[in-house]
């Protein structure tokens, strides 16, 4: 008899040691998110980090990733109802040729360095004046709503983000596409940002959020 | 998803920092946080231990209680180390670690204790601190905690801190069965039940102790007792109490209280065979107060989520002594899963933690000899499983040493380890950390 209890406690104690070892890779993480090759758990593709967890964006939204917020796409406004709207004319492929700026709001055409079309958006002269997706550059002569592209997209080197804004892969932890080559105190990053000096990790500098730079 | 690298970096060097100090006896300037506890439950006043092997795990802590006893006993043990780290440096852990080879003063602890009748006693134990006088920080700073003396002119000095490493009262409800209410050490394998300084064998813990699988204590109630079977002695623990917390030894902030247990069977084979099976479940929270507001005209209250997981740990030990040959072995299990919406960040600058399952292991071997200075060579190795990072996969140290005991109360040691990490990427994949540390300990 009680060669069978301490055997059962034996067992009881085996399967409940063991239990912990069945814990595969989607088991590793909560809802919304998904287990990264990074070993830490990531929001899936249109959710964003809150507190303790993440949430999805609403159908339209897209991820604004510097600033992990649901925001409209390059383009749209959010109406009254919480809805995603196309503005007209913001946005609008131009290049300063053939095709215009018409739209009285949105007639400045942003065309990147190197590259022949751009998309039209407005002056302004702060982020408060530009829809969610934009940020006003206010380190140019003539500030306007601008975008970033690329951020946060997955990469495995430099290469894989050529041709966007971030251009840069941090391949330390993230592995993704990061806004390189920033200069410290005019701060060209997506709004809320700031340009992070990061020479001592051997990094230059990189747009990041105040609270995750080292002072 | 994701965050500036910055914050990726400072979780490397956390992560790095976390390795030497549990591969190889690092410990931070002074003191050192090699836990200052001597052998539960209640600790007598020491005295000197015999030549036996026996000693070798308690040095005279652990003697029968006596009867009532009218006086407030005090005693304790202190130790000191010389450590050398052998660190380029250009090594990573060279900018987290003080490089420079150094005398430590460690642990400090005194013991108050009292028997207040036949049945009823009371244990406590403090251990001085010079912390947080030259905490580092992740951005290199330094704590300082220099003030002015006013009873020297204002001249300078340090100040340091102390901590309670456990309080209780306990009454022995029957013979078998003993009551310890207060905060207590968790009652786990061998070590975090033995290992006061002058009371274990080698400077430091193993991985799998020092990264508390279990927690070191609780604050709670604590049941335990033994049944002696003919030759065997049959043994049992069982705990209720707040479970892990920030704020453990005085709240329990998701009010889910841990349990734990342990049963333990001593048995007369080849010498003395100990073996013990450990297993804890509980709770752990970190959030911030509630919060009122008023609503309605209404007084409405929030408990934040914060940071919350469940958690269940097992473990399984075995100590054989036969003659003078002593070898101990312990492995240990922890398995922690997050509550929805109170998911930790993951500490790599990226993402939030995952749920994990860790686990350690450690064999320790010895031999005392009757000469010289009862000099014991002993030989551990330690393999540990940590939470799964792209940084880390297994670390792996071996350790071996020389022990003398020139006075029953007084221990010497050196030992020297070396760590290293299996499976790790190019970052950590050929590091190797070694150590020299010498310590002497000693009861008074």
């Known amino acids: 008899m009680t060669e069978k209890i301490l055997a059962g406690l034996l067992g009881a104690f085996v399967a409940g040691a063991q239990g912990g070892c069945a814990l595969d890779d989607a088991d ?158 005019i701060d060209e990053c997506p709004r809320d940002n700031i340009c992070c000096d990061l020479s001592s990790y051997g990094l230059g500098t990189l747009c990041s959020s105040p609270e995750d730079c080292p002072t | 998803m994701t965050r500036s690298p910055p914050l990726a970096l400072i979780g490397l060097e956390a992560l790095l920092a976390s390795l030497l100090a549990g591969t190889a006896a690092a410990q931070p300037p002074a003191p050192l946080p090699q836990p200052a506890v001597a052998p539960s439950p209640s600790p007598p006043p020491p005295v000197a231990a015999d030549d036996g092997l026996d000693g070798l795990g308690d040095l005279g802590l652990e003697q029968a209680l006596p009867a009532e006893d009218e006086a407030l006993t005090i005693y304790g043990f202190a130790d000191v180390t010389y450590m050398m780290y052998f660190l380029h440096d250009d090594a990573a852990a060279a900018a987290l670690f003080p490089k420079e080879n150094r005398f430590a003063v460690g642990n400090l602890n005194l013991y108050a204790r009292r028997a207040l009748s036949d049945s009823w006693r009371l244990l406590a134990e403090v251990r001085f601190l010079y912390a947080p006088n030259g905490a580092t920080h992740d951005d290199g700073t330094i704590d300082q905690t220099s003030t002015n003396d006013p009873a020297d002119f204002d001249r300078p000095l340090n100040w340091g801190g102390i901590e309670i490493e456990r309080v209780y009262i306990e009454y022995d409800v029957h013979p078998r069965v003993t009551i310890q209410v207060g905060s207590f050490l968790t009652p786990y394998g061998i070590w975090n039940v033995d290992h006061g300084s002058p009371a274990i064998i080698g400077t430091s813990r193993p991985y799998a102790i020092g990264e508390a699988l279990f ?103 075995a100590l054989w002594t036969h003659g003078r040959f002593h070898l101990q072995t312990e492995i240990i299990t922890r398995h922690i899963a997050y509550r929805n919406g109170a998911r930790g960040v993951s500490g790599f600058g990226e993402g939030f933690a995952p749920d994990s399952f860790t686990y350690g292991t450690y064999g320790l071997g010895a031999y005392r000899f009757e000469r010289y200075w009862n000099i014991t060579p002993f030989i551990m190795v330690d393999y540990y499983r940590p939470i799964a990072s792209q ?48 310590q002497v300990a000693c009861i008074f």
């Open chain 2, 215 to 317: 927690p070191e204590r609780q604050t709670g109630l604590h049941a335990y007792g033994t049944l002696n079977v003919g030759e065997y002695t049959v043994g049992y623990h069982a705990t209720l109490s707040n479970g892990r917390g920030p704020y453990e030894t005085f709240r329990d902030l998701d009010q889910n209280k841990a349990v734990g247990g342990r049963l333990t069977l001593e048995a007369p084979w080849a010498g003395t065979l100990k073996l013990g099976a450990s297993a804890y479940g509980g709770r752990f929270t970190d959030r911030d107060s509630d919060i009122s507001v008023i609503e309605d005209g209404k007084l409405v209250n929030t408990t934040p989520k914060g940071v919350s997981y469940d958690e269940r740990a097992f473990a399984a030990d």
């Open chain 1, 28 to 185: 590793k993480c909560g809802p919304h998110m998904e287990f990264s090759d990074s070993q830490v758990c990531t929001c899936v593709e249109n959710a964003v980090e809150v507190t303790g967890g993440c949430e999805p964006c609403a159908p339209g939204d897209v991820v604004d990733e510097m600033n992990q917020a649901c925001v409209c796409p390059a383009g749209q406004t959010r109406d009254g109802g919480g809805i995603c709207r196309e503005v007209a004319g913001l946005g609008d492929p131009c290049n300063g040729d053939d095709l215009t700026c018409d739209d009285p709001l949105f007639n400045r055409c942003a065309v990147a360095v190197d590259a022949t079309t751009g998309y039209c958006t407005s002056s302004c002269v702060d982020d408060s004046g530009c829809e969610a997706a934009y940020t006003c550059a206010v380190w140019e002569d003539e500030p306007y709503c601008r975008t970033f592209t690329g951020v946060g997209q997955a990469c495995e080197s430099s290469d894989d983000c050529a041709g966007n804004d971030a251009g840069f892969c941090e391949t330390l932890q993230s592995h993704t596409c990061q806004i390189a080559t920033c200069t410290v105190g």
């Open chain 2, 391 to 438: 940084y880390l996969d297994t670390i792996a140290t071996v350790a071996a040493g020389l022990n003398f005991r020139p006075l029953p109360s007084v221990v010497l040691k050196a030992m020297y380890g070396e760590g290293w990490f299996p499976g790790a990427p190019d970052l950590l994949a050929d590091v190797h950390l070694r150590t020299m540390v010498f």
